[in-house]
């Protein structure tokens, strides 16, 4: 029997109802593993204008780049104090904030080495389907042989990287649509 | 080590493209440039194994979350939750939320002169079965006018979020109620070509569901990306 997967629909601007009681702008506990980052941005359209209405999912590794999932069958440790699993609301200003820690480096396809990435979804009203794009760390030596930042083409791969800022705080914007500054999003 | 499988990319005119002018939100929110396509690493045939542990019992009637009942229509939607193999898709949360019978969000920003139900918040939540079934009980929600065009109107809808396998999984839609006359003049409904796709996001009425003097059933059934034989070379 071959189905085809059900049509995805807008989350719409009054998600929160249903979905906010999962939130997980922590990700990390006291016990986790691993160095704690802290990530910040502000989602915005097409106009610059603000988007105070999105949702963000992040999905990452542990520390020692291992999924908390049964697919992942690497010889590497689970940290019990880490799912690995955010959804972060914007506030009226659509900015959001949340804490984790740094993830490993991850088995890439063909043998390659993936650098430490988080896997992000974005939700909101106008999107009829949720967007998929990633935060990289600026500076990190294995982001140079990354086998999916070399797919992006090099003057957008900027839109990838968080950027620590001088207390430290990765700042990381979604830019849904725009000339220059458009966050490069996955075909997934 | 050997990759393991991707997941199947969607059939030709069943998922929306991001910018569909009609909805007019889209027309600032959908990507200009082109997506990169992306490969199903481990990053993304693995996701977040959200579930049982957060869901309660009751958390799946929406009839009994105040003291007193809702006003509304009692309804009760069941169904499965496969994937594309129609192999069920057993433990992932179910999220829902919905309007109130007058068609009245119970949000800051629903601003429609329609009154709140102080006996319907529009919250559900549960977990799929070993068998893939979810069901929940809750009324039927109303149709309400939004500001996309002249004189629009939403057909009544409740909203589904569903984690599944993997991060690529992920599904939020809405489900419709059948013979609604709103589905043909609403541009979310129409966001895709193929006609078939967006029937099977009409639920159907389901008399064997229905309890008699209490309440109509209606079964839907959701379907989830299935998972490719073989791993896909690009």
Known sequence: ?188 | MTDKPGYRRPQAGTQPDYLHPTYQSTNLRSPSKPLVYLPHSLSEITGPTIGAEHVAEKDNDLTAQHDGEPLGERIIIHGRVLDEDGLPVPGILVEIWQANAAGRYNHARDLHDAPLDPNFTGTGRTVTDADGWYQFQTIKPGAYPWGNHHNAWRPAHIHFSLFGPSILTRLVTQMYFPGDPLLAYDPIYNCVPDTSAKERLIAAFDLEKTIPSYALGYRWDIVLRGREATPMEK
């Open chain 1, 1 to 188: 029997m071959t189905l085809y997967a059900t049509t995805s629909h807008t989350v719409g601007p009054y998600y929160h109802i249903g979905l906010t009681w999962l939130n997980r702008e922590t990700l990390a506990n006291e016990l986790t593993l691993g160095e704690r980052v802290a990530i910040t941005g502000q989602v915005v359209d097409g106009n610059g204008d603000v988007v105070n209405d999105a949702m963000l999912e992040v999905w990452q590794a542990n520390a020692a780049g291992k999924y908390d999932h049964p697919e992942d069958q690497q010889d590497k440790p689970l940290d019990p104090n880490f799912e690995g699993f955010g959804r972060v609301p914007v506030d009226a200003e659509g900015r959001f904030r949340f804490t984790t820690i740094k993830p490993g480096t991850v088995p890439g396809l063909k043998g390659s080495t993936q650098a430490p990435h988080l896997v992000v979804l974005v939700f909101a009203r106008g999107l009829v389907k949720h967007l998929l794009t990633r935060i990289y760390f600026e500076g990190e030596p294995a982001n140079v042989a990354d086998p999916l930042l070399e797919c992006v083409p090099a003057e957008r791969r900027q839109t990838l990287l968080a950027k620590a800022d001088a207390s430290g705080v990765y700042q990381w914007n979604v830019v849904l649509q725009g000339t220059d500054a458009e966050t490069v999003f996955f075909d997934y």
